[in-house]
């Protein structure tokens, strides 16, 4: 089982940018694909952005061409590059591992969260 810490969250006014980390443990990362999800306030958790073992990406429309996902596989580490960042965005962010079954992200752990990392978005 990999586990993950986010990091990298904080408060940025609209327009700026922030990059997130999410550090795994233990020696199974780079055969994992992962994911980045949100939970706005008093919202559901909605998946933004994942990445395949080979690195191949999809995005939520709501942050494509903002956002961009990336892994470091000699680092154990996932990244999202937040860029031109919107009030709307303002939620807590997570990362996690899962698998790709017919082009779909399913989480190995459905339900299982992190610490999270807040991104608070001011206009």
């Known amino acids: 089982q990999v586990q993950l810490v986010e990091s990298g969250g904080g408060l940025v006014q609209a327009g700026g940018s922030l990059r997130l980390s999410c550090a795994a443990s233990?020696?199974?990362?780079?055969?994992?694909?992962m994911a980045w999800y949100r939970q706005p306030p008093g919202k559901q958790h909605e998946l933004i952005a994942s990445?395949?073992?080979?690195?191949?990406?999809n995005y939520a429309d709501a942050v494509k061409g903002r956002f961009t996902i990336s892994r470091d596989n000699a680092k154990n580490t996932l990244y999202l590059q937040m860029n031109s960042l919107k009030p709307e965005d303002t939620a807590v962010y997570y990362c996690?591992?899962?698998?790709?079954?017919?082009?779909?992200?399913?989480?190995?752990?459905?339900?299982?969260w992190g610490q999270g990392t807040q991104v608070t978005v001011s206009s």
């Open positions: 996690n591992s899962g698998a790709f079954y017919s082009g779909t992200y399913f989480p190995h752990f459905a339900g299982v």
């Open positions: 990445i395949t073992v080979n690195g191949n990406t």
């Open positions: 233990g020696n199974m990362f780079s055969i994992n694909a």
